[in-house]
């Protein structure tokens, strides 16, 4: 079974104003309802093949580590990270699309196939837990995008 969540959030500003939201790491921590930190291993900020270390918290591990690389960079329309840790890759999505003079954001989060105890309890934990962080992160970064443009 494969473990996903999609959050949604259509921001009052138009895709180049969200557009830096996402695509500069760095900025991340500021809309995680958790807490968060990246930094930049190698490569150029946001760019296709950049590698970077994020630590945030999941269950049961509040400096959970994982190395992420950016897989696709679409300007204004499209952003994509694998990160990988013990469990294996876990990929984000966010689609950026016009509507109404503002920007529908669509975040998709797919877990890897895991065996064993985290193959059990992910399928029930994500939507208890994983699903209200994502809800939540796209409602901070509606927040932050809307409150400084």
Not at 4 to 16: F, L, S, V
Not at 57 to 63: E, F, L, T, V, Y
Not at 88 to 106: A, I, K, W
């Amino acid at each position: 079974m494969t473990v996903q969540g999609t959050a949604r959030a259509t921001i009052q500003a138009p895709p180049e104003v969200v557009w830096p939201w996402i695509a500069h790491l760095d900025k991340h921590p500021d809309y995680s309802p958790k807490p968060y930190r990246v930094e930049l291993v190698s490569g150029a900020p946001g760019a296709v093949g950049s590698i970077y270390k994020s630590v945030g918290a999941i269950p049961g591990d509040k400096n959970h580590e994982n190395s992420v690389e950016v897989t696709e960079s679409v300007p204004h329309s499209r952003f994509a990270l694998r990160a990988e840790d013990k469990l294996g890759v876990f990929t984000n999505s966010y689609d950026l699309r016009p509507v109404d003079g503002g920007t529908e954001v669509t975040h998709t989060l797919v877990f890897p196939k895991m065996s064993g105890l985290p193959g059990v309890m992910a399928p029930l934990l994500f939507p208890i837990i994983g699903q209200r962080d994502i809800d939540k992160r796209m409602a901070l970064l509606k927040t932050k995008v809307e409150s400084a443009s």
